[in-house]
């Protein structure tokens, strides 16, 4: 059950993938690459959507706290200091107001919604950009990963019973399996 756990563990923290990947490999019955077995035969689909979820959270709150500091490293060189950062600052400025009106809410949709492009790792980026301090990232984070930890885990599960084909246009959009 371990190795389960860290197997799940590792796909989420994959850029593009996530949660979005590590639930449905959890839950439907989806070889593990070089490995001769399915995680969903040995555990429960509960165990994992709790181990995905928290391990996107994590995840989130890690990716964040790292950005400023990276940024205080990457600023130290002068073509990006001069060409990209005044772009940056730019963009926070003319997007701070949305902040403002819609606050962490707007940053928990972005993360939920799982669609190419949304997640913790954009997510976490455009909060740093838009100014949000650490509390209220960490509000959006939570939310937007229970959003989309509960809309992989219902449409998984919508396969799982027969519902939803596998290849339907749904799972195409919203799963990475």
């Known amino acids: ?8 563990a590792l796909i989420t923290l994959i850029p593009a993938l996530e949660l979005r990947a590590s639930i449905p490999m959890g839950i439907l019955p989806i070889p593990i690459p070089f490995m001769d077995r399915t995680i969903n035969a040995e555990m429960n689909w509960p ?9 996107n959270i994590i995840l989130g709150a890690i990716v964040f706290m790292i950005l400023g500091p990276a940024f205080t490293i990457i600023r130290k060189w002068k073509w990006f200091d001069r060409k990209i950062w005044p772009i940056l600052e730019r963009t926070q400025h003319k997007i701070h107001p949305y902040v403002e009106k819609y606050g962490e809410f707007g940053v928990a949709v972005f993360i939920g919604i799982p669609l190419p492009g ?3 790792y954009t997510g976490a980026f455009g909060a740093y950009l ?7 990232f960490m509000i959006a984070n939570v939310i937007g990963v229970l959003i989309a930890a509960t809309a992989v885990t219902g449409l998984s599960l919508l396969i799982l019973k027969g519902a939803v084909g596998p290849e339907s246009f749904m799972a195409k959009i919203f799963l990475k399996h």
């Open 47 to 55: 165990t994992v959507v709790l181990i995905c979820t928290i391990a």
């Open 1 to 8: 059950m371990l190795i389960n756990i860290l197997i799940l």
């Open 118 to 120: 949304s997640g913790v």
């Open 130 to 136: 838009l100014g949000l301090n650490r509390r209220k």
